[in-house]
């Protein structure tokens, strides 16, 4: 229908006046005068050749021809572009504010890692996505997506594991400087009881994290492992 449409700006060609057998007059304009105006004006409502290509029966019968093979082609595209729809989590969802919520839940190192390996499993499955798909004369070729898609994940699971290591970069800096205070405290002479009752302060809230630090430890040394 556009490409019918575009015939009426393809205008009839009509013989113009001075093609006409005819004594010629003398012109004042010349070629190479800089200065003269030369007006062109355009005639209304110019014959064109839409009505003719517009009415013709056999251009008809192939615009319906045409239209009928593209929506017989229409559904196969929409159930293709659908398989990639699978996926629209990785650039619909904004990703550094799904980090902060899932850094809300208080996520044990089991859940961060779940959650890696669950953008992994997506990242292999982006993989088997067929790219190419050939629906009558129309090739689709998909793989620019699919490397898109790609690019996203890698940067979901970049952001995660920034993240984490943030987080438990935090714990054993908190860990690092309670040894660093309570060694300081016990590295103190003892010369009268006030000493002595800062040394005892001092292994009293040792015993009391002493349980903390254990199960502190052995996730931050798995984080990093």
Not at 20 to 27: A, D, R
Not at 97 to 126: C, H, R
Not at 158 to 187: P, T, W
């Amino acid at each position: 229908n556009e490409i019918i449409r575009s015939t009426k700006q393809v205008l009839r060609w009509n013989k113009p006046e001075w093609a006409q057998m005819s004594t010629p007059k003398q012109s004042s304009t010349s070629l190479f005068n800089e200065t003269s105006n030369v007006e062109i004006t355009e005639e209304p409502n110019a014959p064109n050749y839409f009505k003719a290509i517009s009415e013709n029966k056999d251009i008809s019968k192939l615009a319906l021809m045409v239209a009928s093979a593209c929506n017989t082609m229409r559904q196969p595209i929409a159930e293709h572009l659908e398989s990639y729809c699978h996926y629209k989590e990785l650039w619909v969802d904004d990703r550094a504010e799904q980090v902060v919520k899932f850094q809300e839940t208080e996520p044990l190192l089991t859940d961060w890692k779940a959650q890696i390996l669950y953008y992994d499993k997506l990242s292999e499955n982006i993989e088997e996505l067929n790219t190419g798909l050939t629906i009558g004369l129309f090739e689709l070729n998909a793989q620019n997506i699919k490397n898109s898609l790609q690019v996203e994940c890698k940067n979901w699971k970049v952001s995660l594991c920034q993240a984490l290591n943030k987080e438990y970069c935090g714990k054993m800096r908190d860990m690092i400087e309670f040894f660093q205070i309570q060694s300081h405290a016990l590295s103190k002479d003892v010369s009268d009881l006030d000493d002595v009752r800062c040394v005892m302060d001092s292994l009293a809230t040792i015993r009391h994290k002493v349980l903390d630090i254990d199960n502190q430890m052995g996730p931050i040394e798995e984080a990093y492992a």
